[in-house]
T-cell receptor, first 114, second 112 residues
Framework: GDSVTQMEGPVTLSEEAFLTINCTYT??????LFWYVQYPGEGLQLLLK?????DKGSNKGFEATYRKETTSFHLEKGSVQVSDSAVYFC?????????????FGKGTRLSVIA | DTAVSQTPKYLVTQMGNDKSIKCEQN?????MYWYKQDSKKFLKIMFS???????INETVPNRFSPKSPDKAHLNLHINSLELGDSAVYFC???????????FGPGTRLTVL
């Protein structure tokens, strides 16, 4: 079945460092891809999404490009802040999902230190 | 206005008790979900309703029973609580099953 694999955390970075969180997927057809963020004590929020190959989603300085050839949707940010400390989830929506909801990765915890 | 709300935010109870968690969404969505998040932040889908009809029922003990009185509400009732039920429970909604989901703030359940 469809699946999402994220790099295991935790990831610890200093403020202003470059961030990459890897996400690869397995799915038939052309799924939609999402990144969600969960700040401490809160629910998940949609961070960005891409619905077709080569699309780039972006929000709050984060970017991710839908790469069909490598089945990847890596999350990047050029300069992280302490306030970016959170758990990040990659997810996909299958192309012919029927009643199959979003498939989430296991999450990657990011800690940014000043 | 909160899009997806849950009550209570915290729930502490003894083993063997029965408890309910309520969820409401004001987004006009047709589909609602319950997730369980463990201490390692792994999200597991439990149930999904579309227009008050149960469409997803993952391998969940039958002590857990969802109820959807209308498409804006999805409640979760848990009988005979066990220690392993301690987790954060999230409600979410989306327009269609394959669409992006909007999450509530979560209910932290602690079973003593």
């Amino acid at each position: 079945g469809d699946s999402v694999t994220q790099m295991e955390g935790p990831v610890t970075l200093s403020e202003e460092a470059f961030l990459t969180i890897n996400c690869t997927y397995t799915a038939t057809g052309y799924p939609s891809l999402f990144w969600y963020v969960q700040y401490p004590g809160e629910g998940l929020q949609l961070l960005l999404k891409a619905t077709k190959a080569d699309d780039k989603g972006s929000n709050k300085g984060f970017e991710a490009t839908y790469r069909k050839e490598t089945t990847s949707f890596h999350l990047e940010k050029g300069s992280v802040q302490v306030s970016d400390s959170a758990v990040y989830f990659c997810a996909l929506s299958a192309a012919n999902s029927g009643n199959t909801p979003l498939v989430f990765g296991k999450g990657t915890r990011l800690s940014v230190i000043a | 206005d909160t899009a997806v709300s849950q009550t209570p935010k915290y729930l502490v109870t003894q083993m063997g008790n029965d408890k309910s968690i309520k969820c409401e969404q004001n987004l006009g969505h047709d589909t609602m979900y319950w997730y369980k998040q463990d201490s390692k932040k792994f999200l597991k889908i439990m149930f999904s309703y579309n227009n008050k009809e149960l469409i997803i029922n993952e391998t969940v003990p039958n002590r857990f029973s969802p109820k959807s009185p209308d498409k804006a509400h999805l409640n979760l009732h848990i009988n005979s609580l066990e220690l392993g039920d301690s987790a954060v429970y999230f409600c979410a909604s989306s327009q269609e099953v394959r669409d992006e989901q909007f999450f509530g703030p979560g209910t932290r359940l602690t079973v003593l």
